[in-house]
C-alpha cells in the first residue's frame, strides 16, 4: 500500500514538471524568431569578412541559419525554465506576504507573480542565450576554425556555438 502511494506520489510530481516545461505556442514563436534573427547576423560577417557571397552559398546559409535557429529556440526554453524555476524559489515567501497585505486572494497573486517570473525569464533567455552564441560564433570563427575553408568555418563555427549553448542550457541554473 505504501509503495502505491509513493509512485503515485511521484507520478504526480513527474506531471507537474512535465507540465512546468511546456511552452505555449506564442512563446515558442517568439524563440524561434529571435533565434532566427540571431542565427542571420554572422552571414553579414561571412559575406562581409570572409567573402562568401549572398548568391553562391544561399543554400548554405539557409540551411546553417534554419538548424541553427532550432537549436538556439531549444536553449532558449530550456534556460527561460531553469531561471523561472529558480526565481519562483526565490519568491515563494513573497506571496504569502503580499496576499496578506492585500484584498486579494493568494491564488490571484501567485497567478500574477508567475506571469512576471515567467516574462524575466524569457528575457533572461534571449539576452544571455543570444549574446554568449554571437561571442561564441566570433571566437570559433576567428581563432578555433580560422584554418578551415571559409563554407566549413560557418558550418562548423555556428553548429557549435548553438550546440554548446543547447547543452549548456540543459543543466540548472
Same mark, same amino acid.
Given at each position: ?11 504526480? %510530481?513527474?506531471? =507537474? /514538471? ?13 524563440? @524561434?524568431?529571435?533565434? /532566427? /534573427?540571431?542565427? *542571420?547576423?554572422? &552571414? ?5 569578412? %570572409? ?17 541553427? +535557429?532550432?537549436? #538556439? ?7 527561460a $525554465? ?5 526565481? =519562483? ?6 506571496? *504569502?506576504?503580499? +496576499? ?6 493568494? !491564488? !490571484?497573486?501567485? !497567478?500574477?507573480?508567475d ?5 524575466? +525569464?524569457?528575457?533572461?533567455? #534571449? ?11 566570433? #571566437? $570559433?570563427?576567428? @581563432? ?12 562548423f563555427? /555556428?553548429?557549435?556555438? +548553438?550546440?554548446?549553448?543547447? &547543452? ?6
Open positions: 500500500m505504501g509503495k502505491k502511494q509513493r509512485r503515485d506520489s511521484d507520478d504526480e %510530481f513527474l506531471d =507537474s /514538471l512535465v507540465q512546468a516545461n511546456q511552452s505555449s505556442w506564442s512563446e515558442l514563436v517568439v524563440y @524561434f524568431v529571435n533565434a /532566427l /534573427l540571431v542565427a *542571420t547576423v554572422p &552571414v553579414y560577417l561571412y559575406v562581409e569578412v %570572409f567573402g562568401m557571397a549572398c548568391e553562391q552559398y544561399q543554400i548554405l546559409y539557409g540551411i546553417v541559419t534554419l538548424a541553427t +535557429a532550432y537549436v #538556439l529556440s531549444y536553449a532558449y526554453k530550456n534556460t $525554465f531553469n531561471v523561472k524555476v529558480e526565481l =519562483s524559489k526565490e519568491r515563494e515567501h513573497l506571496i *504569502t506576504n503580499k +496576499a496578506i497585505q492585500g484584498k486579494q486572494t493568494k !491564488e !490571484e497573486v501567485k !497567478e500574477a507573480q506571469l512576471v517570473t515567467a516574462r524575466e +525569464a524569457i528575457a533572461y533567455s #534571449l539576452f544571455s542565450v543570444s549574446s554568449y552564441f554571437l561571442a561564441c560564433v566570433t #571566437l $570559433f570563427a576567428f @581563432f578555433i576554425f580560422a584554418r578551415a575553408p571559409a563554407a566549413y568555418n560557418y558550418i563555427s /555556428l553548429g557549435s556555438a +548553438a550546440a554548446l549553448w543547447a &547543452v549548456v542550457s540543459m543543466g540548472s541554473t
